[in-house]
């Protein structure tokens, strides 16, 4: 069983920086597919920036330029820098997991920039 956990999320003004990071526990096999979503009020959860192990990041074209995420296999963790926040970037934040056949969700974190 793999159980991810969100951390970082919080209240900024636009123009500045936050770093998301989403920690999991349990097994590193068969790891397909990390990444980021998030879910504004009112809106369908839409995906933010995901990587295939092995390939290269994709980001929505809406957070391309702003945000970056990387990974710490050592930590087994998942980070996603955003920079340049805009008021739309307001959302609660999913973390996401494919591995083994199975697909994992954190429980979330609150982002929240003011204009």
């Known amino acids: 069983q793999v159980q991810l956990v969100e951390s970082g999320g919080g209240l900024v003004q636009a123009g500045g920086s936050l770093r998301l990071s989403c920690t999991a526990s349990?097994?590193?096999?068969?790891?397909?597919?990390m990444g980021w979503y998030r879910q504004a009020p009112g809106k369908q959860r839409e995906l933010v920036a995901t990587?295939?192990?092995?390939?290269?990041?994709n980001y929505a074209d809406s957070v391309k330029g702003r945000f970056t995420i990387s990974r710490d296999n050592a930590k087994n963790t998942v980070y996603l820098q955003m920079n340049s926040l805009k008021p739309e970037d307001t959302a609660v934040y999913y973390c996401?997991?494919?591995?083994?056949?199975?697909?994992?969700w954190g429980q979330g974190t609150q982002v929240t920039v003011s204009s």
């Open positions: 996401k997991r494919v591995q083994s056949g199975f697909v994992y």
């Open positions: 349990g097994s590193t096999a068969s790891i397909n597919v």
């Open positions: 990587f295939r192990i092995g390939g290269s990041p």
